[in-house]
């Protein structure tokens, strides 16, 4: 009776490799997708931050130059954004108490294989922020 018992947990032996070749590709997917989402979401709040942050300096009185080189620098240290792209409005001189609306826009590549046929190749940032301008520089 042992040796019946013996022969057959025997023939189960490939069982467990089989399962785990039929489950396995299905959790990197997961896990790559988890991954992908992490990197969208790290995007989408570094332009909704730049966009804040150069509304701010709009409000105490940057001129667009500086606003759009502080955005600039603030998403170049997110290495996986492109195509920064900053439209201030309005633009040039600001009055006392007009708001003034800094939109920012960027890309993020899909780098997870399968994902570009529901997202595209790249998927877009894009945010605003409004504030009312606080200070306005005097003309020299």
Request: hydrophobic fraction near 50%; aromatic fraction near 0%; glycine fraction near 4%.
């Given at each position: 009776m042992l040796a019946a018992m013996l022969a057959k947990t025997g023939r189960e032996n490939?069982?467990?490799l089989v399962e785990t070749a039929l489950v396995l590709p299905?959790?990197?997917l997961l896990l790559l997708g988890v991954v992908q989402f992490g990197i969208i979401l790290s995007g989408e709040i570094a332009v909704s931050s730049a966009?804040?942050?150069g509304a701010r300096l709009a409000a105490v009185g940057a001129t667009d130059a500086e606003i759009s080189v502080k955005v600039?620098?603030?998403?170049?240290?997110?290495?996986?954004?492109?195509?920064?792209?900053v439209h201030i409005e309005p633009q040039g001189a600001r009055s006392f108490g007009q708001p003034v609306t800094v939109t920012v826009e960027a890309g993020t590549d899909v780098i997870v294989p399968f994902f570009d046929l529901f997202l595209g190749e790249s998927f877009r940032h894009e945010a605003d922020a409004t504030m009312r301008v606080e200070y306005v520089q005097e003309a020299t």
């Open positions: 490939g069982q467990a299905l959790v990197l966009a804040r942050e600039q620098n603030m998403l170049h240290n997110s290495p996986l954004l492109e195509a920064v792209s």
